[in-house]
């Protein structure tokens, strides 16, 4: 009996073991790269989804596995658990050794991944998913990726446990490490071109349509941001590089971005087509699809995803087949535009059904089936930005066509107009330039007679010269910035400065003036103000200059007081500042108060008038005021004094401090010399002679050493043959200007690092930028001062390391 016993359990146990055995391994050796698995594994369906690995494992379950029917399991849309058995058999070659190998499961829309390894005799559990956070993943990778060591001569079996509320496949590749790392560029390269696809085309869209203001560009934009969002999440990198650490939004993501996807482009559609005009009964249906996708985003958000994925899905299916159809009636209607929307959609209704399918269960899972979606979709967006600039094209020409029937004299008059106002900014420029040109030879010899030993008569002879030159600048600068502003050539920047900077520049601007005439001048400021705002520096001194020259002019005796306090508090990132202008000068009555921003405007206009001055300082203040978006209002009684209160909106820096705690005061900028100016050869390139002299003049006072050249080839030939350590250019000299000249200097090998700054008389809002652009490093407008020239030259010049 005993020994029937024994026989028994030595049959029960080759029995389970039998049953143990691997009925499709896969043996490989050390010399593998990669292997598709679905060949080499077995498939069981939990239904409740209650088994665990100890039940799985079991002999009374392994007989339930069944080998996958096809290359890659694709379960669709199924609430069942699916366990995967897969037998590895490593058997090296070379020598008995033991090595690492990777486990892919390239379907990032999954729920929960497990894989279960034995490891001492116990199976170990390696979890994943997309409802988990991204760093729990085993190998941070936007597919799921498992290290797997197997021992030499063994074999391993190795178990996957699939849990998905969407769409449930499993396509499954061993790796060697180094064969993976070689494949991904390969990946990486062919979603970039399709990315790069989407992204190029929303970009060149979003400037299409912040120039023609076509609604149907902007839904087109919103349309590709949308989808291209979702084909991210869908692929797992949204996952990996746009919200890692939020596993619920992972999920509620992609049904949200399709609906999302279907109400833009819907809308798209509708706006393209015009199918309210022309086919009333799609318009009803693609309003409907709206409905519909605007249902789905809400269900992504409220509901689950098993609930609202397969709607989705669906609605994506629908909206290809409709907008399809919308594309066929424009085209049978004659819409010429229907023709690139026919072709654009074909290729993008083909990829998004072959993915659908492929989704649902229906088609395979492999590279095509995978990124049919993102293919399509890339040839698609190409196709219809042609759509849409065959569309503005279309418009052009009947324009056109209207334009040139109703009046070819008005075509006429507006390219006379259009010429006037070129000949009359050119004429500006050149105002500038030739005005700008004399005067900064006046002033830059005047300063530099500072410079020289001179009687005290002599002193008051240069400091009265001096300011009649600069008050005459001013008002060439005023008449400029009036043209400016009624051509609509000046714009507001936005940009941090310090405010206690600009009002000890102003003070030390206005307090010599007040101080001439007898005046008390004080600049009041809060200290509990901080220091660094953001608004235009530049536009708002201005307006300040405007309002204390006013108040310095109409003010005998008393004083002038600038005081600087909060207006109001608010949240967020911005402050309300009122700027006051105080004096007791002569006032003004109501009735003039009505007038006085109008331009040339002054209470005594006659020629025996007291105080002289054009009359537009406070139409430019005024201008300048709401070109910042400010208040400027002011109160006034004749004989007591004048009050002006300037109200702007400032900008904070984002510190995430409240306003208490904001730095006070700009932090101090030293720049480290590391160059004495003897040491260093200068080029002056000015075609000028007073100009040429008066520079050369302030470059030898500084101390440097200094050539000039009186153009632009004139200038390369001497940099060909010297050495320099900067240059300063002028902009407009004959035979070669200063932009082509600098270049030309860029191609130089001794140029290509030369610091090269311009000095030009150009001083509108582009004429910056237009040097920048031309290669210069820096800009500074005549006329030129010495203590500007001398900055400007620690900073480009004695603040860089000697090149040898």
């Known amino acids: 009996m005993g020994f029937l016993c024994k026989r028994g359990l030595v049959f029960v146990a080759l029995l389970s073991l039998l049953l143990t055995l691997p009925a499709k391994a896969l ?27 100890t039940d799985v494992a079991s002999p009374q379950l392994l007989r339930s596995f069944r080998p996958l029917s096809q290359p890659v399991l694709n379960a669709g849309y199924s609430n069942s658990v699916f366990w995967l058995r897969l037998v590895l058999d490593y058997q090296p070659v070379t020598e008995q050794r033991d090595a690492r190998w990777l486990l892919e499961l390239a379907y990032p829309p999954l729920d929960s991944v497990k894989l279960y390894v034995t490891q001492e005799g116990q199976w170990r559990e390696i979890a994943s998913g997309d409802s988990l956070p991204f760093a729990a993943r085993p190998i941070k990778a936007h597919t799921y990726l498992f290290p797997l060591p197997l021992d030499a001569g063994q074999s391993e079996v190795v178990y996957l446990r699939l849990q998905s509320e969407g769409s449930l496949q499993a396509p499954l590749t061993l790796w060697s490490p180094i064969s993976y790392l070689e494949e991904q560029p390969g990946r990486i390269y062919a979603l970039g071109m399709i990315y790069g696809v989407l992204l190029v085309m929303l970009v060149y869209n979003l400037f299409i349509f912040i120039s023609v203001r076509d609604w149907s560009y902007l839904f087109y934009i919103l349309y590709i941001g949308s989808f291209g969002l979702y084909q991210l999440s869908v692929n797992g990198a949204a996952i990996e590089y746009f919200w890692p650490d939020n596993p619920w ?44 996708a605007a249902g789905c985003m809400v269900l992504a958000l409220t509901s689950s995803y098993s609930v609202a994925m397969p709607l989705a899905t669906l609605m994506a299916l629908v909206f290809s087949v409709l907008v399809f159809t919308a594309g066929l009636v424009a085209l049978w209607r004659g819409m010429r535009v229907a023709r690139y929307f026919l072709f654009a959609w074909t290729a993008f209704l083909l990829g998004g059904v072959i993915n659908t399918l492929m989704v649902m269960g229906y088609l395979p899972n492999m590279f095509l089936t995978m990124y049919a979606s993102q293919i399509g979709s890339a040839i698609e967006v190409a196709l219809l930005s042609l759509a849409l600039a065959d569309r503005i094209n279309a418009l052009k020409e009947e324009r056109a066509r209207i334009l040139h029937e109703a009046s070819e004299k008005l075509q006429v008059l507006n390219k006379e107009l259009a010429n006037s106002n070129r000949l009359k900014d050119e004429f500006l420029s050149n105002l500038t330039h030739e005005l700008r040109t004399p005067m900064n030879g006046v002033i830059g010899a005047l300063e530099l007679m500072q410079t020289v030993p001179m ?72 200290e509990k103000l901080p220091d660094i705002v953001e608004s235009d520096a530049g536009k708002l001194a201005q307006a300040l200059s405007y309002l204390l020259d ?23 990132r911005s402050l309300t500042l009122r700027f006051e202008v105080s004096d007791t000068g002569i006032g003004f009555d ?83 010399l590391h160059r004495e100016p003897h040491e260093c050869k200068v080029l002056l390139v000015e075609d000028d002679p007073v100009n040429q002299l008066v520079i050369r003049g302030m470059l030898l006072r500084l101390g440097y050493q200094v050539r000039t050249a009186d153009n632009g080839e004139e200038a390369l030939t001497i940099v060909g043959r010297e050495a320099f350590d900067g240059v300063l250019m002028d902009c407009q000299m004959p035979y070669m200007d200063g932009f082509a000249a600098c270049r030309a200097l860029r191609e130089l090998p001794s140029g290509k690092q030369l610091p090269v700054l311009a000095v030009t008389a150009y001083t509108q809002n582009a004429d910056r930028e237009r040097c920048l652009a031309a290669g210069m490093d820096d800009y500074l407008a005549k006329p030129v001062r010495l203590e500007e020239l001398k900055l400007l030259l620690q900073r480009w010049v004695l603040a860089r390391p000697h090149a040898g």
């Open 249 to 292: 939004w992972a999920n509620a993501a992609t049904p949200f971005l399709v609906g999302m996807a279907g109400v833009f482009g819907s809308q798209f559609a509708r706006s393209f087509l015009h199918t309210s005009e022309h086919s009333p009964w799609l318009d009803r249906l693609l309003l409907a699809l709206m409905l519909w």
């Open 550 to 572: 006013n108040a310095l002019k109409f003010t005998r005796k008393g004083h002038v007081r600038l005081q600087v306090s909060q207006a109001s508090a608010e949240p967020g």
């Open 590 to 672: 109501e009735e003039f108060g009505q007038r006085i921003y109008d331009n040339f405007r002054q209470a005594d206009g006659s020629h025996s008038r007291a105080y002289a001055g054009l009359g537009i300082g406070l139409s430019l203040c005024q201008q300048l005021v709401g070109l910042l978006r400010g208040e400027l209002s002011h109160t006034s009684t004749p004989n007591v004094g004048s009050c002006f209160t300037l109200k702007l909106k400032l900008g904070l820096p984002h510190t995430g401090r409240p306003l208490h705690e904001l730095p006070k005061r700009l932090p101090d900028e030293t720049l480290t």
């Open 455 to 526: 009687s005290t008569e002599l002193q008051e002879y240069q400091r009265t010269a001096t300011g009649s030159a600069r008050d005459m600048l001013r008002m060439v600068d005023d008449i400029l910035a009036l043209t400016q502003l009624q051509a609509s050539k000046l714009y507001a920047l936005h940009e941090p400065f310090s405010l206690r900077s600009l009002l000890d520049g102003l003070r030390q601007d206005f307090a010599p003036k007040a101080q001439a005439r007898g005046l008390t001048f004080t600049v009041q400021l809060d």
């Open 27 to 53: 043996t490989f050796d050390e010399f593998l790269q990669s292997e598709p698995l679905g060949q080499h594994v077995e498939v069981l369906e939990d239904v409740r989804g209650e088994w665990t690995i």
